[in-house]
Structure formats: C-alpha cells, structure tokens
T-cell receptor, first 114, second 115 residues
Framework: DSGVTQTPKHLITATGQRVTLRCSPR?????VYWYQQSLDQGLQFLIQ???????AKGNILERFSAQQFPDLHSELNLSSLELGDSALYFC?????????????FGPGTRLTVT | AQKVTQAQTEISVVEKEDVTLDCVYE???????LFWYKQPPSGELVFLIR??????QNEISGRYSWNFQKSTSSFNFTITASQVVDSAVYFC????????????FGGGTRVLVKP
C-alpha cells in the first residue's frame, strides 16, 4: 500500500458525460500528479500540483481540468467524454516538487466510456 | 525532449532463470533521475528504484539489480532467479530537473515467469 488513495476504483459512463476522479496523497506529501494509462498512448503525464498551485502541464486535453484543495487532496475533472478517454487514471504524490523525490502511485481509477 | 525506450515488449522465462530488461533514455539535461516501476496484474504501480544522473554505481536489492551506464544512456534492470510473483509489466521512467518532476515513461516490458 503506497498510502495514496483514489476513488472511485471503477467508473463506467456514457459519451458526453462529465466525471470527477478524486485523489488523496500520502500524509505529508505536498505534490500531486495525474497520469493517464491507455493502450494507445501508454503512461502519460497529465498535470502536477504543488501545495494547491499548478506546477506543470503535460498532454492534458482542454476538456480535462484538475485542482488541488487546501487539504491537499486533488480532483481530476473529465468532461464531454469520448470513447478514447477510456483509460486507467493514476494519481501520484511526492514530498516536494523537485526531481529528487520519488512519486508514489495510487491504485488508479479505471474509466470506461461507452 | 526527454524520451525513454524499452525495446522489449514481452519476455517469457521459466522460473529461476535470470531476466534483463533494457531501458535507453534521451535527455539534454545534465541533471536527471531514472526510475523503475513494477505494475503487477492487479494494476497498481510500485516504485522500485531511483537513480540520479551523477551516481553511476550499480545497485543490488535482493534478487533485483540495476546497471546504469551514462556512456550508452542505459539503465538496465536484472531479476535474478526469477519467480512467478515477478510476472508483471515493468516501466522505466525519466524525470529531468529542467522539466520539473514529471515522469516520462517507456512503453513497458511485460515479464511472464512460468513455473
């Protein structure tokens, strides 16, 4: 158990809908990262937050947004869902935002868009 | 731009055989970190090791060992005396100091250990 929690574990929804994925980092970790794992694109970095502020953006679609709250939990919002958004979404956390720190991953949320 | 290549998509071995996973990376940064993660069939990503670009010492942890060679931009991973529980997908990843702490992953190598 990495100490990072993600809910829900599974999510099935229809095209055009909007969903929210939730992540709670390990105790003491200030930085949260979101990654998408799909068969087509592999594991891709989406976005990073550090202590409530956005720090880095990767290949995140405009339909997707995220935020980190004062209690450090984070939410990833996916809207106008398409079939291609079906993937495993991971949240990871690290102590700080620097490259020196390893990231610990949550169990992931498997999103299926039908 | 940073890039990680794992040329082997799948490796199948019989229990107790050694298996080596290749990882080749590209980066323009002089300060970077390399990682290996394991993804068992249950799906979670398990951190295995982190190396920084200034430390080329090989590392051994139980049946796992890592060989970092800057001259060939490689960070290979060997499982000695493999066990069925080693069956998983293994990912090599890179983070560059200049690009923050985001991880760039290779495509992964699926290891199947047969009894």
């Amino acid at each position: 158990d990495s100490g990072v929690t993600q809910t829900p574990k599974h999510l099935i929804t229809a095209t055009g809908q909007r969903v929210t994925l939730r992540c709670s980092p390990r105790s003491g970790d200030l930085s949260v990262y979101w990654y998408q794992q799909s068969l087509d694109q592999g594991l891709q970095f989406l976005i990073q937050y550090y202590n409530g502020e956005e720090r880095a953006k990767g290949n995140i679609l405009e339909r997707f947004s995220a935020q980190q709250f004062p209690d450090l939990h984070s939410e990833l919002n996916l809207s106008s869902l398409e079939l291609g958004d079906s993937a495993l979404y991971f949240c990871a956390s690290s102590v700080d935002q620097d490259t020196a720190y390893e990231q610990y991953f949550g169990p992931g949320t498997r999103l299926t868009v039908t | 731009a940073q890039k990680v290549t794992q040329a082997q998509t799948e490796i199948s071995v019989v229990e107790k055989e050694d298996v080596t996973l290749d990882c080749v990376y590209e980066t323009r940064d002089t300060t970077y970190y390399l990682f290996w993660y394991k993804q068992p069939p249950s799906g979670e990503l398990v951190f295995l090791i982190r190396r920084n670009s200034f430390d080329e010492q090989n590392e051994i942890s139980g049946r796992y060992s890592w060989n970092f060679q800057k001259s060939t931009s490689s960070f290979n991973f060997t499982i000695t005396a493999s066990q069925v529980v080693d069956s998983a997908v293994y990912f090599c990843a890179l983070s560059e100091r200049a690009a923050g702490n985001k991880l760039t992953f290779g495509g992964g190598t699926r290891v199947l250990v047969k009894p």
